[in-house]
């Protein structure tokens, strides 16, 4: 099946500092990438839609300005947490669809000091 | 608004018996359905799905129903073995013309499947 990567797969980081996480389609192009974050206990929420080659589409409540995504390829897209503050620690989960399914990476563990 | 409901947050079922887990939905738009399994700090991994135009989807081990008149859908895995421990999630989506669609998500129930 396909495989999505994301990297790094846990980060800590110090409030004020800016994180990049990397979600990569590694045996299809997916012109669609979607990012989700997931707090403990909870269902995963949908941030935003990444589409190659034009800007994401936010969903109602996520900051566009604090969660920057980047679709620069087909096979890659990144989701920049600026400014990280500790409400920003969660678990943040991209998906990348090809033209039946959609695959979820693994997650990158988010923990903002 | 939570539109995908998973009201059970968790279940424990014996090795060998069926697991049942349900999922109802609030949104009519709503016509392609799927079920994703997911472990602890990994991503969900797709089970199984099932379009609105039929009520019975099986594959091996794990078979979903859809009920459209009562908005509701059930996993049923037989026999249940304890791999099969993990979150579930129930998702839908909604047709969206000339984007992809998103996929709404329910909760999730955490399986625990007993020796």
């Known amino acids: 099946g396909a495989v999505v990567s994301q990297h790094p797969s846990w980060v800590i980081c110090k409030s004020g500092t800016s994180v990049k996480i990397e979600c990569r389609s590694l045996?299809?192009?997916?012109?669609?990438m979607f990012w989700y974050r997931q707090f403990p206990k909870q269902s995963l929420m949908l941030m935003a839609t990444s589409n190659e080659g034009s800007k994401a589409t936010y969903e109602q409540g996520v900051e566009k300005d604090k969660f920057l995504i980047n679709h620069a390829s087909l096979t890659l897209s990144t989701l920049t947490v600026t400014s990280a503050h500790p409400e920003d620690s969660s678990f943040y989960i991209c998906?990348?669809?090809?033209?039946?399914?959609?695959?979820f990476g693994p997650g990158t563990r988010l923990t903002v000091l | 608004d939570q539109q995908v409901k998973q009201n059970s947050p968790s279940l424990s079922v014996q090795e060998g018996r069926i697991s049942i887990l349900n999922c109802d939905y609030t949104?009519?738009?709503?016509?392609?359905f799927l079920w994703y399994k997911k472990y602890p700090a990994e991503g969900p991994t797709f089970l199984i799905s099932?379009?609105?135009?039929?009520d019975k989807n099986e594959d091996g081990r794990f078979t979903v129903f859809l009920n459209k008149s009562a908005k509701h859908l059930s996993l049923h895995i037989v026999p249940s073995q304890p791999g099969d421990s993990a979150v579930y999630f129930c998702?839908?989506?909604?047709?969206?013309?000339?984007?992809?669609?998103?996929?709404?998500f329910g909760t999730g129930t955490r399986l625990q499947v007993t020796l």
């Open positions: 099932i379009s609105s135009i039929k």
């Open positions: 998906s990348a669809r090809d033209r039946v399914k959609q695959f």
């Open positions: 949104n009519s738009m709503f016509d392609y």
């Open positions: 998702a839908a989506s909604a047709p969206t013309a000339g984007t992809a669609s998103k996929l709404t």
């Open positions: 045996d299809f192009q997916a012109t669609t």
